[in-house]
């Protein structure tokens, strides 16, 4: 535990001090996958969910997809891999999107069969409170190295699922023309951010949406995890003209993910 | 008839009454001399009057922890009636008696009475005025005892007293000559006038030839442990690299793993790992430095020295597996209001101390001003992310009162550090905070028997948070109570019988996510946590810890060996455990300046709350023991330089370590050894040099699991080695040097990542635990002092250059996001300091 807040406290005290070489997260150099979007975050066990992997490489070359399925998560976000292979759940899908069909897997006996389990926590699963299916996903251009992702869609009985973050705008403000600074902004629809009341606890609470930002061209400002919630950020263009392609990844804190992309043209200086 | 007077030969300690004799190894510590405050005149005998004889007679004498003279040995007899007369005078002689570490001891020391019939002529001789006057320590005012004060002409000396003080009687009017001689002090040499009738009053101001700090005598106290290493405020004042903090200069000494500066720079890893814990005067601080390890938490000014044992201590400490820190606090003064004012680059502090009633006081104070710097120093993008910048500060209120055989002391003492981060829509934090107060009462019965009884409450708060993702929150008090008696049971058997007790009372909060946080041997977090609100679990408990724990231990001095059987019954109220503790060390003179040394002992600590707790641990764990062992020698190889070798053992039992059942986590399956040796050379503190070679090479290691092959220590460090030098080039310009070289640290390298796609976060896949190992770190630090010397007070100003020669030590390997590419990450670069700090 101690090493989390020596960590976290480092973090505090070094912020935006250190000066590193290393590839910057929100710069689109090579081939990358943005998120993996469920139609729907949290589903009942009879529920078909639609997955997206969003992905982009900055020349276009065409990736290659495979996917998987755990049937219950235990939490591990480190294995990747279903912990037990008996609990994989077949994905045929090989392109950048898949079905989970939960009515079609018998999901929910299989599990009521495979009750009593435990999570990682220690505490007893049950589809009142939500299981989580893990859904992996790995991608990449052919020869070179894949990209591996995982993402969770909660199962559970019960009214009020979760839903993906609602924006209605991915706006530029500002002279798009190269070598200028421009604030990209998001703005939320009326239902997000969403209020729920927690399953385990009861308590009321209000979603906590964070943001990341991504372009293919020019730099974006620093963000550190402190500015994740801020709906907008300050984009310098490319110093020269031409396409760009930028995104925003809204996420909930609970599943729930949206990803925005917008292409636009940076005029002369 | 009046009496000639004495000249005092010897004040350093030759056997210690009650106590062992000191090798000639041992490390040193403050005595200071007894002080003779009333002098008895010894009548002429009147056969050598009537022959017109002189002689001079050499005593034996114990001086008592009350100051009287006992066992009384004429050393050198003179006859004539003058050894009767000698001892008659010199038995009711009363002096301050000797201390050391602030405790009164016994000493012995040879005195020599001279009768000289020329002063008796002169005394027959028409009085006609007085001469009287004090000695003072320019810059510190400190009243100068113990010191002969001459004139030559006349053939008459005076010594001075506790207050300084001297007096000459019956002297003939006129000019006199006057003169002080003392290896400390630049020699004295004046006129005075006495007038007939009259008292002629002088005040002498005497410079120093060397400022330290306020020890006035390096000794050495007896020591019973394998390993005690004693370092003395006057010894790191000016060390390289500690900015004149006592105990950072343990960092320094063998045995003590290097930790990089920064927010794990406080911990104290003795002996390849196991919980270390500090202790003011023998009671556990919460927080023994700021963050980072910049200070310590206790203000330097007030240290008399401090005890390192990195292993095998004794059994009046206890419930943690490393090893134990122990400052000891000086006495307040009393002989007037004293105090000063310090400011380095890191912060300024001051303390005033005086006469208070019958007893003395002493309030310091200490403010960091790193959030003004860095207000400054900061680009406005990330200064705008603190609400409340890295700052720290602490104070101690202290008062001491000596009675006879009585000796009360009440400190009352707090630190805090705090950073607060509030940015527009998040925020996080760390704040450490502490404050209590602490009783003692000392009572020597008499020389066979001692009594100390000490109690703390010690409140802290400890706290880190980010956002709503991660809070973890302890807040404890903490109750100490001892209780320590010292028995002689014979002349060669000594008996202490001890009670240990804590209890500790408070809540525990942490939220985080479910399934834990790296561990020991797991790769540390890249940077704050970020988890997705669905994985965060949230645990409140209240804890309730007592720890009372009974020690008795022998000391059996047979011939040149000494033997300490002890044993320490505790119980560990938190896993109800009962952990009966035998511990044994030997020591042995087997030639003159020639120590061998040997111990071994069981150690036992209790989980911390974290892993006790029933959401993130498992409150069934049990205590964790560690057996140590550890031989060597220690040979003096001149008056200043020894040599101390020992090799040590340390084997873990009963670790809590990870499971992968989830409704367990933890359990006591973990094992863990350590060895190795540790050298110091090391060359006492002299009048110009002083300094230490210390040099370890261990092996640390862990297994987690049963089956599974040891692993290295987070902080295994193959090889440490430090130079410490200092050398005065005059009475006011001293230089010192540190340099050290240290293996690498072992680290988890990353060997890829998944995403997250949840939190959009790239989740580091590690390789095999600490297989990679840091380049190894080596560095220079200089400091220069000058000291300027007023009458009433003194200045000293440093420079001072860490990372003399900017070498690019790494610190830690980063990643890029998607762990793909790495770089290494730089500890600190050449860092000038300057500081200033003026006294009275």
């Not at chain 1, 939320?188 to 906590?208: L, M, S």
């Not at chain 2, 989830?662 to 060359?683: D, F, I, K, T």
């Amino acid at each position: 535990m101690r090493a989390h807040l020596l960590a976290l406290a480092g973090f505090l005290a070094a912020a935006g001090c250190a000066e590193s070489t290393l590839p910057v997260e929100s710069e689109l150099t090579d081939y990358r996958v943005l998120g993996i979007v469920a139609d729907r975050p949290e589903v009942a066990p009879d529920a078909q969910v639609a997955l997206t992997a969003v992905d982009f490489d900055p020349e276009g070359r065409q990736a290659g997809y495979v996917w998987s399925a755990c049937f219950y998560s235990l939490g591990s976000r480190a294995k990747f891999q279903c912990a037990d292979p008996s609990l994989e759940i077949p994905l045929p899908a090989t392109g950048p999107t898949a079905v989970l069909d939960l009515a079609a897997l018998d999901f929910e006996a299989r599990f009521e069969a495979a009750s009593p389990l435990v999570g990682l926590d220690g505490e007893v699963l049950s589809l009142d409170t939500g299981v989580d299916v893990t859904i992996g996903l790995t991608a990449g251009i052919p020869g070179q190295r894949a990209t591996r992702m995982y993402k969770r869609v909660r199962v559970r009985r019960g009214d009020a699922p979760n839903q993906n973050p609602a924006v209605t705008a991915f706006e530029i403000e500002g002279d798009l023309r190269a070598g200028r600074e421009v604030t990209l902004r998001i703005t939320y629809g009326d239902d997000t951010p969403e209020t729920y009341t927690e399953v385990q606890t009861g308590r009321t609470t209000t979603e906590r949406m964070l943001v990341n930002f991504y372009a293919d061209a020019g730099s974006l400002a620093d963000r550190s995890p402190f500015d994740e919630s801020l709906p907008d950020t300050t984009w310098t263009t490319p110093d020269e003209p031409g396409p760009a392609v930028l995104f925003a990844a809204i996420r909930d804190g609970r599943g729930g993910l949206t990803v925005l992309r917008r292409d636009v043209v940076v005029g002369p200086r | 008839m009046r009496p000639i007077l004495p000249l005092l030969l010897l004040l350093v300690p030759l056997v210690a009454v009650g106590q062992e004799a000191a090798p000639a190894s041992e490390a040193p510590a403050a005595i200071t001399p007894p002080t003779l405050v009333e002098f008895i005149e010894a009548p002429y005998p009147a056969a050598a009057l009537e022959a017109r004889r002189e002689a001079a007679v050499v005593l034996a004498l114990t001086v008592g922890v009350d100051g009287a003279v006992s066992d009384i040995e004429v050393v050198e007899p003179a006859g004539d009636g003058f050894d009767e007369a000698a001892v008659e005078a010199v038995s009711r002689f009363r002096f301050e008696p000797a201390r050391s570490g602030g405790e009164a001891i016994p000493v012995r020391l040879q005195y020599r009475y001279a009768f000289t019939l020329k002063q008796v002529v002169e005394e027959k001789a028409a009085p006609t005025g007085r001469l009287e006057g004090r000695l003072i320590e320019a810059g510190t005012r400190r009243p100068l005892p113990g010191l002969i004060v001459r004139l030559p002409a006349l053939g008459q000396e005076a010594i001075s007293d506790a207050e300084g003080r001297f007096a000459f009687e019956n002297l003939q009017s006129g000019r006199v000559l006057l003169r002080v001689e003392d290896p400390e002090y630049a020699d004295l040499e004046d006129e005075e006038d006495v007038v007939e009738g009259q008292a002629t009053e002088v005040r002498y101001i005497l410079e120093r030839d060397a400022f330290g700090d306020t020890v006035t005598v390096v000794g050495r106290r007896p020591r019973k442990e394998v390993v005690r290493r004693t370092v003395s405020v006057q010894e790191i004042r000016t060390l390289p690299g500690t900015q004149g903090d006592a105990l950072k200069a343990v960092q320094n000494l063998p045995g003590v793993a290097r930790v990089a500066p920064g927010f794990d720079g406080d911990r104290l890893v003795l002996r390849g790992g196991g919980s270390s814990r500090a202790y003011v005067d023998r009671h556990p601080v919460p927080l023994a430095f700021h963050f980072g390890g910049i200070r310590s938490t206790v203000a330097s000014a007030l240290i008399e020295d401090l005890d390192l044992y990195p292993g095998n201590y004794g059994p009046e400490f206890g419930r943690v597996n490393g090893g134990v820190v122990d400052v000891r606090l000086r006495d307040p003064r009393t002989d007037g209001i004293h105090g000063y004012a310090e400011a380095d680059v890191f912060d300024a502090g001051a303390l005033v101390e005086g006469p208070v009633g019958d007893g003395g006081l002493a309030v310091a104070f200490r403010r960091s001003y790193i959030d003004g710097v860095l207000a400054v120093a900061l680009p406005e993008s990330v200064r705008r992310r603190f609400s409340t910048a890295p700052r720290y500060y602490d104070g101690q209120v202290l008062y001491q009162r000596k009675d006879g055989p009585h000796d009360l002391r009440l400190l009352l003492f707090g630190s805090s550090d705090r950073i607060i981060v509030l940015s527009e829509s998040a925020q996080g934090g760390f704040v450490n905070e502490w404050a209590g107060g602490l009783g003692r009462w000392r009572h020597r019965i008499d020389d066979d028997l001692t009594h100390e009884l000490s109690a703390s409450v010690l409140c802290s708060q400890e706290n880190g948070r980010f956002n709503t993702d991660f809070e973890r929150n302890v807040e404890l008090c903490r109750l100490t109570l001892r209780d320590d008696l010292s028995l002689a049971l014979a002349p060669t058997l000594d008996l202490r019988l001890g009670i240990d007790a804590e209890l500790a009372a408070g809540t525990f909060l942490l939220r985080s996510q479910a399934g834990g946080f790296p561990r020991e041997g797991e790769a540390p977090p890249d940077g704050p946590p970020k988890a997705n609100d669905a994985e965060i679990v949230e645990v409140t408990e209240d804890l309730l810890w007592n720890t009372p724990a009974v020690f008795a231990e022998l000391e059996w001095r047979l011939g040149k060996l000494k033997l300490l059987p002890s044993l320490r019954l505790e119980w560990f109220g938190a896993t109800e455990d009962v952990a009966l503790q035998p511990r044994l060390s030997a020591r042995a003179e087997v030639a003159s300046g020639t120590t061998l040394k040997a111990a071994v002992g069981l150690y036992s600590e209790q989980p911390g709350p974290d892993d006790l707790s029933d959401r993130f641990g498992n409150p069934d764990l049990s205590i964790e023991r560690t057996w140590q062992v550890s031989a060597g020698f220690e040979q003096q190889l001149t008056e200043a330089l020894s040599l101390d070798v020992t090799g040590f053992y340390k084997q873990f039992q009963d670790l809590a370590t990870r499971v992968d059942d989830p409704s367990v986590r933890l359990a006591n399956q973990g094992e863990g050894r350590v060895y190795g040796v540790e050298v110091l050379l090391r060359h006492d503190l002299t009048s110009r040099l002083f300094g230490w070679l210390a040099y370890t090479w261990q092996r640390s290691e862990r297994r987690d699991r049963p089956g599974e092959g040891y692993r290295l220590f987070d902080l295994d460090q193959t090889h440490n080695l430090t130079v410490v030098a200092q050398y005065r080039f005059t009475p006011t310009w001293e230089a010192g040097l540190r340099w050290r070289f240290v293996s690498g640290n072992p680290y988890t390298p990353a060997v890829g990542a998944v995403v997250d796609s949840d939190d959009l976060t790239y989740v580091r896949l590690d390789g095999e635990s600490n297989s990679g190992r840091l380049p190894p770190y080596h560095a220079l630090d200089l400091r220069l002092d000058k000291h300027w010397v007023f009458e009433t007070w003194r200045l000293t100003t440093y420079l001072e250059a860490q990372n003399a020669y900017n070498r690019e030590n790494v610190r830690d390997i980063g990643y890029s996001y998607d762990y793909t590419e790495s770089e290494s990450q730089l500890d600190l670069p050449i860092i000038p300091s300057f500081g200033v700090r003026g006294e009275w």
